[in-house]
């Protein structure tokens, strides 16, 4: 199995700035593809950001200029850093990877999320 942990949620003003980590640990032999999504109260799942083994990237419309996605394959981790937040930015916040195993099993796999709250 793969299992994902996000940290670095929390509160905070509008303007200021987050940074999430996505950690991987299994028994992996490589993690792919990548991403971020979000689900704000009341409303549905939606995607943020992705980002491909090889570094290539794609953010939704609304956080454009205002996120950065980014990761480090020798440490099976992923990070979004998150600037100039707004109060509609508050979610909770999943990491999700394709990975593939030792035993060459794939896995797309989820994690439990992270809230994130942006004050007003």
């Known amino acids: 199995q793969v299992q994902l942990v996000e940290s670095g949620g929390g509160l905070v003003q509008a303007g200021g700035s987050l940074r999430l980590s996505c950690a991987a640990s299994?028994?992996?032999?490589?993690?792919?593809?990548m991403g971020w999504y979000r689900q704000g109260s009341g409303k549905q799942r939606e995607l943020v950001a992705t980002?491909?083994?090889?570094?290539?990237?794609n953010y939704a419309d609304s956080v454009k200029g205002r996120f950065t996605i980014s990761r480090d394959n020798a440490k099976n981790t992923m990070y979004l850093q998150m600037n100039s937040l707004k109060p509609e930015d508050t979610a909770v916040y999943y990491c999700?990877?394709?990975?593939?195993?030792?035993?060459?099993?794939?896995?797309?796999?989820w994690g439990q999320g992270t809230q994130v709250t942006v004050s007003s």
């Open positions: 999700t990877a394709k990975a593939r195993t030792m035993s060459l099993l794939l896995y797309d796999s």
């Open positions: 299994g028994n992996i032999l490589r993690v792919n593809d």
């Open positions: 980002i491909t083994r090889a570094g290539s990237t």
